[in-house]
C-alpha cells in the first residue's frame, strides 16, 4: 500500500482547513518557553522523555506520537535552523539517525521508517524554533489509521513501555560515542 505523505506529515494546508487541530498542537507544544530545552534541562529520564543526551544531541520521545516508537533527534542547541547547528553536532545527528534505525528495527520490528524535518513554521514545524528530526516506524496496514491515531493519539504502546524499551538501547549507544 502506498504511504501518503500528507498522512505522516501536518502540511500547512491542514493547519488551514483544520483549525481545531492547529489550536490543538499549538496548545499542547508551546506551554511556555521551549519544550525540547524544558526537557533538556530534565536530562535523560521517563518525566523529560529524552533516551539519550550529549553534550550536542539529544533523541526523545514524541510525546503526541504518529505511531509507536515515534523519537526526534535534536541538537542541544536552541536554534531553528539547519545552517546554525555546528558541524561536529550536526555530524553526531546524521550519526544517531543511522543508530536509531538499528534500534527502532530491532525494537519494534517495523517495516519501514519516515525520516523528516519540518524547516520552518510553514513547513509544518510544531516547534520551529527548535530544529527536530522525525523518526517514525511503520508497518504495512498502518497508513489506514493513521489519520485517527495522529487526531486521537490512540497508541497501542504507552509511552512508559516505548521508553523502557529504548533508553537501555540508546544506552548502549553512550558507551560507543
Ligand atoms: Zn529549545
Same mark, same amino acid.
Given at each position: 500500500? =502506498?504511504?501518503?505523505? /500528507? +498522512?505522516?506529515?501536518?502540511?500547512?494546508? +491542514?493547519?488551514m482547513i483544520r483549525p481545531e487541530r492547529f489550536k490543538y498542537v499549538r496548545k499542547l507544544i508551546?506551554?511556555?518557553?521551549?519544550?525540547?530545552?524544558? =526537557?533538556?534541562? /530534565?536530562?535523560?529520564?521517563?518525566?523529560?522523555?529524552?533516551?539519550?543526551?550529549?553534550?550536542?544531541?539529544?533523541?526523545?520521545?514524541?510525546?503526541?506520537?504518529?505511531? *509507536?516508537g515515534h523519537i526526534l533527534i535534536l541538537p542541544t542547541k536552541h536554534c531553528g535552523d539547519i545552517?546554525?547547528?555546528?558541524? +561536529? =553536532?550536526? *555530524?553526531?545527528?546524521?550519526? %544517531?539517525?543511522?543508530?536509531? $534505525?538499528?534500534?527502532?528495527?530491532?525494537? $519494534?520490528?517495523?517495516?519501514?521508517? *519516515?525520516?523528516? %524535518?519540518?524547516?520552518?513554521?510553514?513547513?509544518? =514545524?510544531?516547534?520551529? +524554533?527548535?530544529?527536530?528530526?522525525?523518526?517514525? &516506524?511503520?508497518?504495512?496496514?498502518?497508513?489506514?489509521? $493513521? &489519520?485517527?491515531?495522529a487526531e486521537t493519539k490512540l497508541i497501542a504502546q504507552s509511552l512508559e513501555d516505548t521508553y523502557?524499551?529504548?533508553? &537501555?538501547?540508546?544506552?548502549? %549507544?553512550?558507551?560507543?560515542?
Amino acid at each position: 500500500m =502506498a504511504i501518503n505523505l /500528507k +498522512d505522516v506529515w501536518p502540511q500547512e494546508r +491542514d493547519l488551514m482547513i483544520r483549525p481545531e487541530r492547529f489550536k490543538y498542537v499549538r496548545k499542547l507544544i508551546k506551554p511556555e518557553g521551549c519544550v525540547f530545552c524544558s =526537557a533538556l534541562s /530534565k536530562g535523560v529520564s521517563l518525566e523529560s522523555l529524552v533516551v539519550y543526551q550529549s553534550e550536542n544531541v539529544m533523541v526523545v520521545l514524541n510525546k503526541y506520537p504518529y505511531n *509507536n516508537g515515534h523519537i526526534l533527534i535534536l541538537p542541544t542547541k536552541h536554534c531553528g535552523d539547519i545552517n546554525e547547528i555546528e558541524e +561536529d =553536532a550536526y *555530524n553526531e545527528i546524521s550519526w %544517531l539517525i543511522r543508530e536509531s $534505525f538499528k534500534i527502532l528495527k530491532e525494537s $519494534f520490528y517495523c517495516e519501514g521508517i *519516515n525520516l523528516g %524535518l519540518n524547516h520552518g513554521a510553514v513547513a509544518g =514545524a510544531g516547534v520551529p +524554533d527548535h530544529i527536530h528530526w522525525h523518526i517514525i &516506524p511503520r508497518w504495512s496496514g498502518d497508513t489506514n489509521f $493513521f &489519520p485517527l491515531i495522529a487526531e486521537t493519539k490512540l497508541i497501542a504502546q504507552s509511552l512508559e513501555d516505548t521508553y523502557k524499551l529504548l533508553k &537501555p538501547k540508546f544506552e548502549t %549507544l553512550k558507551e560507543r560515542s
